[in-house]
C-alpha cells in the first residue's frame, strides 16, 4: 500500500487563486517532498522538508510538516495556468534504506 | 550530461514477449530508482539500487521482473513474458549518496501490451 495520501485528488481553481493540498502518511520518516508532474512527463522534485522541519518556503510554494499528526501541506499562492499538473507528496522511510513513497497525488487545473 | 535517460521512450509489444528498458541515471549518483505508474496514480516503488547493489524489491516486482544495474552504471529492467496488465509508464530516478533525498526522474518508457 502507499505511504501518503494526497488531498484532494483533484481541484480547479482561477488564475491568481492560492492552492492548498494536503498529505498524510503513515509511518515515521527522514523527510518528506514534493513533485510536480506535468501530463506524460517525468517527476520535477519542488521542495524537500525535513522530519525536524515544520515550514519552508520557495518562491510561490510553502510547505508545512507536522510530524505530531503525521501530514503535509502544499501552498501555492497567486496560481498560474503553467501550475496545471499533478502534485505529489512523497516520503523518505526511516525504517528502510532512504526508500522513497509517492502518494497518489492531487490533480490541479489552474483556470485562466 | 543533462539528466536521467530513458530507452525507450515507447514501445508497443504482443502479450507473451520480453521488453527490456535502460535507464541512464546522472553521472554521479549512487543510487537508481525504478517505478511504475499507471493513468492517475502515483508512482510505484519497485527496486532500488545503491550503485550495483539491489537493495530492496517491492511484492509487485514478479519473477518476470528483473532489474540489474552492472558496474554501478546504467540500468536494465526486463519484463518476460509480458501481460496487459504490465501496461504501464516505467519510471527511472537517480539521486545523489547525500542526504538531501531530491530524486532525478528520466521522462519514462511508456509500455503498451497488446
Known amino acids: 500500500s502507499q505511504q501518503g495520501e494526497e488531498d484532494p485528488q483533484a481541484l480547479s481553481i482561477q488564475e491568481g487563486e492560492n492552492a492548498t493540498m494536503n498529505c498524510s502518511y503513515k509511518t515515521s520518516i527522514n523527510n518528506l517532498q514534493w513533485y510536480r508532474q506535468n501530463s506524460g512527463r517525468g517527476l520535477v522534485h519542488l521542495i524537500l522538508?525535513?522530519?525536524?522541519?515544520r515550514e519552508k518556503h520557495s518562491g510561490r510554494l510553502r510547505v508545512t510538516l507536522d510530524t505530531s499528526k503525521k501530514s503535509s501541506s502544499l501552498l501555492i499562492t497567486a496560481s498560474r495556468a503553467a501550475d496545471t499538473a499533478s502534485y505529489f507528496c512523497?516520503?523518505?522511510?526511516?525504517?528502510?534504506?532512504?526508500?522513497?513513497?509517492f502518494g497518489p497525488g492531487t490533480s490541479l487545473s489552474v483556470i485562466p | 550530461d543533462t539528466g536521467v535517460s530513458q530507452d525507450p521512450r515507447h514501445k508497443i509489444t504482443k502479450r507473451g514477449q520480453n521488453v527490456t528498458f535502460r535507464c541512464d541515471p546522472i553521472s554521479e549518483h549512487n543510487r537508481l530508482y525504478w517505478y511504475r505508474q499507471t493513468l492517475g496514480q502515483g508512482p510505484e516503488f519497485l527496486t532500488y539500487f545503491q550503485n550495483e547493489a539491489q537493495l530492496e524489491k517491492s511484492r509487485l516486482l514478479s519473477d518476470r521482473f528483473s532489474a540489474e544495474r552492472p558496474k554501478g552504471s546504467f540500468s536494465t529492467l526486463e519484463i518476460q513474458r509480458t501481460e496487459q496488465g504490465d501496461s504501464a509508464m516505467y519510471l527511472c530516478?537517480?539521486?545523489?549518496?547525500?542526504?538531501?533525498?531530491?530524486?532525478?526522474f528520466g521522462e519514462g518508457s511508456r509500455l503498451t501490451v497488446l
Open positions: 530516478a537517480s539521486s545523489p549518496n547525500s542526504d538531501t533525498g531530491e530524486l532525478f
Open positions: 512523497a516520503t523518505d522511510l526511516k525504517t528502510s534504506y532512504d526508500k522513497v513513497i
Open positions: 522538508i525535513r522530519s525536524n522541519e
